[in-house]
T-cell receptor, first 112, second 115 residues
Framework: DAKTTQPPSMDCAEGRAANLPCNHS???????VYWYRQIHSQGPQYIIH???NNETNEMASLIITEDRKSSTLILPHATLRDTAVYYC?????????????FGTGTRLQVTL | ETGVTQSPTHLIKTRGQQVTLRCSSQ?????VSWYQQALGQGPQFIFQ???????GRGNFPPRFSGLQFPNYSSELNVNALELDDSALYLC??????????????FGNGTRLTVT
């Protein structure tokens, strides 16, 4: 699976949009981009995933560049409960479907 | 819909002992995987179980072993515990019936402390 690069930390004011970038310049054509977050002392929570089209669900939006070398997770109206570590993961069909390679993620701090 | 549940939530063991951690997968999910998360790091893949057999393993020694039961629940066993085994152990389930790209859903983990 391709390697990802994320900033170690970001701040966001409550009510504003949080835009979390991820670089995955070596991504292959059949690899998906996944986003998970981990709130302190809990397990990782699935947020969203996509292949090449932009995706939106009730939690967030995922914007993938046309060359697929980077993506941005958007939390449209961040709240204090969105404070967490956000992981960007590239996942391909390696034959081990459950293997996700986590990096160190981005620690998002939402403030009043 | 019941999510992934793990037990116990916390556990303290002594070096050299053996430990068993348990996981109930999300309803309808037939694939279970286990991850180890050391303090300050991202989770690392240990292994995956499908149809009661291990069919994928990360870079962990054989003293890490597992089981999957017909109801898709699972156990993680660690023998000869070492101090470095202290970590949060996470269980995840998924349903590849919807394709290999279906998301994994994680439990809240078991915090293991080895003294």
């Amino acid at each position: 699976d391709a390697k990802t690069t994320q900033p170690p930390s970001m701040d966001c004011a409550e009510g504003r949009a949080a835009n979390l970038p991820c670089n995955h310049s070596t991504i292959s054509g059949n690899e998906y981009v996944y986003w998970y977050r981990q709130i302190h002392s809990q397990g990782p929570q699935y947020i969203i995933h996509g292949l090449k089209n932009n995706e939106t669900n009730e939690m967030a939006s995922l914007i993938i560049t046309e060359d697929r070398k980077s993506s941005t997770l958007i939390l449209p109206h961040a709240t204090l409960r969105d404070t967490a570590v956000y992981y960007c993961i590239v996942r391909g069909d390696t034959g081990t479907a459950s293997k996700l390679t986590f990096g160190t993620g981005t620690r998002l701090q939402v403030t009043l | 819909e019941t999510g992934v549940t793990q037990s116990p939530t916390h556990l303290i063991k002594t070096r050299g002992q053996q430990v068993t951690l348990r996981c109930s997968s999300q309803s309808g999910h037939n694939t279970v995987s286990w991850y180890q998360q050391a303090l300050g790091q991202g989770p690392q893949f240990i292994f995956q179980y499908y149809r009661e057999e291990e069919n994928g393993r990360g870079n962990f020694p054989p003293r890490f072993s597992g089981l999957q039961f017909p109801n898709y629940s699972s156990e993680l066993n660690v023998n000869a515990l070492e101090l470095d085994d202290s970590a949060l152990y996470l269980c995840a389930s998924s349903s590849p019936r919807t394709g290999w790209s279906s998301p994994l859903h994680f439990g809240n983990g078991t915090r293991l402390t080895v003294t």
